[in-house]
């Protein structure tokens, strides 16, 4: 079955960075991309961007692009998803979805929170 | 920012149908497949609706989708105590090259 995994909740400093891993399991990690999405507490949906993991292109959404970072390691059958310049307003929990490109997010990881705080 | 509209609320009691709209533009719902998805209380979303009205195995048909120009609904009959949830529509934007999401509705079982 698939399955995708999120590593734990972080907690970082106003500036900081942090970097999210969202392992997968239960089929061919290079058939299908990723789409990073989060949710504010309270707040709705917002999707960041998206990765193949074929071949590791990306294609970011407008308002992180020079802020994000989404990269994949076919070896471990891993996606990072990495947020610089962290502010108060990045608190949210960070969900991995698999997705063909601009298709449907099928499976979800359990979601890592991330706050930030001084 | 979201640029698919949705109520922000709707409620209803066992066995009644409910209906959640979505409203969109050109270059999304009306150009793209409507996908729906659903957030139980502290988890992760789950697909509920994808291709516009096609539910993914394991969905059960009191959920069902349809669309028309530039909007999109939601419908659950029947409706359960475990259907108690936040709901989202999404679509690829063309414009913006990138998936854009509803602003959510919650559900509630009165």
Redesign the interface.
């Known amino acids: 079955q698939v399955q995708l995994v999120q590593s734990g909740a972080e907690v970082k400093k106003p500036g900081a960075s942090v970097k999210v891993s969202c392992k997968a399991s239960g089929y061919t990690f290079t058939t299908y991309g990723f789409s990073w999405v989060r949710q504010a507490p309270g707040q709705g949906l917002e999707w960041m961007g998206w990765i193949s993991g074929y071949n590791g292109n990306t294609n970011y959404a407008q308002k992180f692009q020079g802020r994000v970072t989404m990269t994949t390691d076919t070896s471990t059958s891993t996606a990072y998803m990495e947020l610089r310049s962290l502010r108060s307003d990045d608190t949210a929990v960070y969900y991995c979805a698999r997705q063909l490109w601009a298709a449907p997010l099928d499976y979800w990881g359990q979601g890592t929170l991330v706050t930030v705080s001084s | 920012q979201?640029v698919l509209t949705q109520p922000p609320s709707t409620s209803g009691t066992p066995g009644q149908r409910v209906t959640i709209s979505c409203s969109g533009s050109s270059s999304n719902i009306g150009s793209?497949t409507v996908?729906w998805?659903q957030?139980l209380p502290g988890t992760?979303?789950?697909?509920l609706i994808?291709?516009n009205n096609q539910r993914?195995s394991g969905v059960p048909d009191r959920f069902s989708g349809s669309t028309s120009g530039t909007s999109a609904s939601l419908a659950i009959s029947g409706l359960q105590s475990e259907d108690e949830a936040d709901y989202?529509c999404?679509a690829?934007d063309d414009s913006?090259?990138?998936?854009?999401?509803?602003?959510?509705t919650k559900v509630t079982v009165l």
């Open positions: 979201s793209n996908k998805y957030q992760a979303p789950k697909l994808y291709s993914p989202y999404a690829w913006l090259n990138g998936y854009v999401f509803g602003t959510g």
